[in-house]
């Protein structure tokens, strides 16, 4: 059986603190501590594996913290490890939710500084899994001391494996991917804005598509509150809900990621694909741990989405 293989250059553990308000500059006892295996590529694997979907998980990890993520990721259940262990020390991120507004605080470290060695063997890890894999998902920051393309070296194995790639990232590595033939690329508004110097997101999905050269890559553009948009070769779209969703919209963009993942392998017509990205991304947005999601509410909201086809 084929399934998503997911790639995270820089796990974490993502760990959420409660308060009951936050105000800076002062002490605070927490009312509740959640650690749960993080980086944006394993966030997309739990929500993958919570929908269902075969998830293989991968990435670099490292020494007790490393251990920890192994150890939490086993507990999800639903996600096959296949992370690769190398010699440094796995970031951990900090949420602060705030009881009285639901706003979070993240405060996220840099990570360990990977040796070229490293990164070459979770490449060739990568190419291994790839035989197993319909879908491929990298998602997330680059680790210090990772190549600048290495987005774009995971792409191309992809290609090589005639995987379609979906790919989650920013500034240069945005622009390796899709150099490389992604099938998906998903930057939010400022990302998108970052890489073309269009301030519109519609214009500048449109410009990255120009840029790519290649007819067949999809831009799915987070938007926040205001859903998503899409352009594709078959078209542009919006999806939306008709009022914004409160909540911690920590782990947001990565169940979009995760809906388009399992879109791609059922091959979901575009409008479909989005409207389960929009409505998974808010039953994110309401759930109290980041990168959670509430089942419940998925199904409710998936009924309130609205699409709209876009002129380009």
């Not at 920013?170 to 490389?180: F, H, I, K, N, T």
């Not at 926040?224 to 919006?238: K, N």
Request: negative net charge.
């Amino acid at each position: 059986m084929t399934a998503v293989v997911t790639v995270t250059p820089n796990p974490a553990i993502d760990v959420t603190y409660a308060v009951d308000e936050l105000t800076p500059g002062t002490v605070h006892r927490v009312t509740e501590v959640t650690s749960k295996p993080g980086g944006k590529g394993l966030n997309v694997a739990r929500v993958l594996g919570s929908l269902d979907v075969p998830v293989i998980a991968t990435g670099l990890v490292g020494g007790t913290e490393g251990a920890e993520v192994a150890a939490l990721l086993a507990g999800e259940g639903g996600i096959v490890d296949c992370l690769v262990t190398f010699d440094g020390a796995t970031r951990r991120t900090v949420t602060v939710v705030d009881g009285r507004t639901g706003a979070a605080t993240l405060l996220s470290e840099p990570g360990p500084v990977v040796r070229a060695a490293d990164w070459a063997v979770l490449l060739d890890r990568v190419g291994v899994l790839l035989r197993q894999a319909d879908v491929l998902v990298c998602s997330g920051s680059l680790p210090p001391g990772a190549p600048p393309g290495a987005p774009g070296d995971i792409v191309r194995l992809a290609r090589a494996a005639k995987v379609a790639a979906i790919v989650d990232t920013s500034g240069p590595g945005l622009l390796e991917a899709v150099a490389a033939g992604a099938s998906v690329v998903k930057p939010n508004a400022d990302e998108l804005r970052q890489v073309t110097g269009v301030t519109d997101p519609l214009a500048a999905a449109v410009a990255l598509r120009s840029m790519a050269g290649a007819p067949d890559l999809a831009v799915v553009a987070s938007l926040g509150a205001d859903g998503l948009i899409a352009v594709t070769e078959h078209g542009a779209w919006r999806a939306r809900l008709p009022s914004p969703v409160t909540g911690n919209a920590t782990g947001a963009g990565d169940s979009v990621v995760a809906a388009l993942a399992r879109g791609l392998r059922r091959r979901e017509a575009w409008p479909t694909v989005l409207r389960s990205a929009c409505a998974l991304s808010a039953a994110t947005v309401r759930a109290p741990v980041a990168g959670d999601f509430d089942a419940d509410s998925y199904n409710s909201l998936l009924s309130a989405v609205t699409i709209r086809e876009m002129d380009e």
